[in-house]
């Protein structure tokens, strides 16, 4: 029984050892690893795209971008920021 548990109890070192050296591991590159990384974060920008607004004072009123569209909306004042705001939550 003792043998058992020897060998039992060594198999379990190897295997710690191994996840150790796995976990503590630098990361290593390998092909295709930088094609990845940029799918995984376009993935990521695609599954939680929201529909945020990024709002802005300026220096002649104000500017109001949707969350990935090029276009920004120009607006003279707060108020006409509000109103489009109203508009575009009612059509939405």
């Keep these: 029984m003792q043998s058992y548990t020897n060998a039992s109890s060594t198999r379990l070192e190897r295997q710690r050892h191994q996840l150790e050296q796995l976990w503590y591991a630098p990361h290593r590159s390998f092909p295709g690893s930088k094609q990845l990384k940029q799918f995984g974060t376009w993935l990521l920008t695609v599954l939680t ?44």
């Design 49 to 92: 795209a929201t529909d945020d607004l990024t709002i802005r004072e300026t220096s002649t009123g104000w500017s109001v971008q949707e969350s990935g569209q090029a276009q920004i909306h120009h607006f003279d004042s707060e108020e006409a920021v509000r109103v489009w705001l109203e508009q575009r939550h009612l059509e939405g």
